[in-house]
Nanobody, 123 residues
Framework: QVQFAESGGGAVQTGESLSLSCAAP????????IGWFRQAPGKRREGVGC????????HYADYMRGRTTISRDNAKKTVYPQMNSLKPEDTAVYYC????????????????WGQGTQVTVSS
């Protein structure tokens, strides 16, 4: 079963940026849309955004639109969300997962969740 590996999290100040990455060793990540999700302490996991298989379509949650850009390098089998203007409420563990993502449909994530990467934003 596919196992995603997220990295790039850290502790930053309000207004700063972070670039995360998502890989899945042994999995044909380049053949799937990839979504990013986050879970803050005591809250449900929620979607951040997603990118289509080819990378020509992206979709973002309202609270991330304008502050996040998701890109991918299929040759490197890696997906990168660049998050800017971070706020304390963005503090969460961030995860990636396979997710159908195109102009006609954004589906539910599937596959196993990885360990995630912690993002902590202080004021």
């Amino acid at each position: 079963q596919v196992q995603f590996a997220e990295s790039g999290g850290g502790a930053v100040q309000t207004g700063e940026s972070l670039s995360l990455s998502c890989a899945a060793p042994g999995f044909a990540l380049e053949d799937y849309g990839i979504g990013w999700f986050r879970q803050a302490p005591g809250k449900r996991r929620e979607g951040v955004g997603c990118i289509s298989t080819s990378g020509d379509f992206t979709h973002y949650a309202d609270y991330m639109r304008g502050r996040t850009t998701i890109s991918r390098d299929n040759a490197k089998k890696t997906v990168y969300p660049q998050m800017n203007s971070l706020k304390p409420e963005d503090t969460a563990v961030y995860y990636c997962a396979a997710q159908e993502c195109d102009r006609t449909y954004v589906g539910r994530p599937f596959g196993s969740w990885g360990q995630g990467t912690q993002v902590t934003v202080s004021s």
